[in-house]
């Protein structure tokens, strides 16, 4: 999904000048040992172990079927690894990795790169009503796991999984484990319910623990980390490789200016683009001698979530001994302070559940000529977006579903007047 900076312009008032250059670092610890969230205003706002988790439950959203993995912790020989087997849960008593190496009745799921969905338990999904793991049920609205599933964790342990379901009331997952000879077999409930200011909560299989020790959603912009990424070696890309490197926040956009001295590069120049790595690691890279280098003529403008516009340039990459990203930024436009006091009221869709159409309503305190609308699916895909008029206080707007020709399922509604947005899922059956 891409934010583009004349729907910005058209809802904000922007003060359009550089800022001095600011310099700053962040420290992910010797062995890039932990996950650290940085706004750009603030600096540095909260760490988590990489370490103490294997799957990220995606709490973004509440009827959100995501569940990424830790792709890019490699403290244990080769790595966090998820395989999908090819028959159904009936083999699960004699479910094990034979045929891995070879491919035979397993294939290698990653998460996405670019976007936060789909997950790794979603890398093999179809079209509605799978969701990779599992069916959604038009009936209840349950999400159904018919797939079996083998994680090496974290501490290198190879351990079979079933995403039994999601329940649509609840928002908990029932999730099946064991080792590869049934030992440790055991059912965990993981809920999300009443989590609404996370992007994830985190759970480790070792420990069969929930931590729910993430920032607020709303407090950071990027994350300094190890995720899968392209691997850049003296020129070359080694592709699906457990890298050092950077991923923005939901709502965050990003536009690379390379090959052009930073001073130079004019921010109105580039599209910014919600990317999950479109800073990436692609910054730097090791030289024949195994030293970081970090690239020259690069620079990144960042739209951080009061709408903002950063330009960062890394400066210095410090390797496993420290983690350690050395980077100047700088302000190139900034909001003006009176359009971050918009709020949005009462945001309710109906009818909900709905079939041909939805009403969206909401109210606003204060005059806005527009508003975006943008209707997203499950897997953060954009199904429509829109303009809509304005005016203060109570506004209406009819939306025909069946000229969209979407299929069954739940689906988000976002709302956006300035710098304000409003948040509702429904469901179209």
């Known amino acids: 999904m891409k934010k583009l900076f004349t729907i910005l312009l058209a809802s904000a008032t922007l003060s359009v000048q550089a800022q001095a250059w600011v310099s700053d670092s962040a420290a992910t610890g010797a062995g890039y040992v932990n996950r650290v969230f940085y706004s750009m205003q603030n600096g540095i706002v909260g760490t988590i172990p990489m370490n103490s988790f294997d799957f990220m439950i995606d709490v973004s959203t509440p009827m959100s079927a995501s569940i990424r993995i830790n792709g890019g912790f490699n403290g244990a020989s080769t790595g966090s690894a998820l395989y999908q087997f090819s028959g159904d849960t009936t083999a699960w008593a004699s479910l094990d990795t034979t045929g891995i190496s070879s491919n035979t009745n397993w294939t ?13 338990f979603e890398a093999q999904m179809g079209s509605f009503p799978n969701y990779g793991w599992g069916n959604y049920n038009t009936s209840n609205h349950n999400v159904v796991g018919d797939k079996l599933f083998a994680y090496k964790t974290v501490t290198g342990a190879w ?7 999601l329940n649509a009331v609840t928002f908990a997952y029932t999730i099946r484990l064991a080792n590869l000879n049934n030992t440790q077999d055991t059912v965990v409930t993981i809920s999300k319910q009443g989590i609404t200011d996370k992007s994830f909560i985190y759970y480790s299989i070792a420990l069969d623990s929930v931590y729910n020790n993430e920032p607020a959603i709303d407090s950071y912009d990027i994350i300094f980390t190890k995720h899968e990424g392209d691997y850049l070696m003296s020129g070359s890309f080694v592709p699906n490789q457990a890298v050092t490197g950077v991923e923005l926040n939901h709502g965050v956009a990003v536009a690379e200016a390379s ?3 930073a001073n130079n590069a004019v921010y109105t120049n ?3 683009e919600e990317n999950l790595q479109g800073i990436g690691a692609r910054w ?5 001698m195994f030293q970081w280098v970090v690239e020259d003529s690069l620079s990144y403008f960042i739209q951080d979530l009061d709408s903002n516009v950063w330009q960062l340039e890394f400066t210095k990459f410090q390797g496993a001994g420290l983690g350690k990203y050395v980077f100047q930024k700088r302000t190139v436009a900034h909001v003006a302070v009176e359009e971050n006091n918009t709020k949005i009221a009462g945001f309710s869709v109906y009818p909900n559940p709905a079939s041909e159409f939805i009403n969206l309503v909401y109210t606003i305190d204060q005059e806005f000529e527009h508003a975006t609308l943008t209707i997203v699916d499950l897997n953060g895909r954009a199904v429509l977006s829109q303009q809509l008029l304005n005016q203060a206080g109570i506004n209406q707007t009819n939306i025909n579903l069946t000229s969209l020709n979407l299929p069954k399922g739940i689906y988000v509604a976002h709302v956006q007047v300035g710098n304000a947005i409003g948040t509702q899922k429904f469901i179209i059956q």
Do not use: E, F, M
């Open 284 to 288: 730097k890279q090791l030289n024949a």
């Open 270 to 272: 580039y599209t910014l």
């Open 159 to 165: 351990k079979k999984v079933w995403i039994k379901s």
């Open 259 to 261: 090959g052009i001295l």
């Open 108 to 120: 290698r799921n990653r998460d996405a790169q670019d976007s936060y969905y789909p997950s790794a």
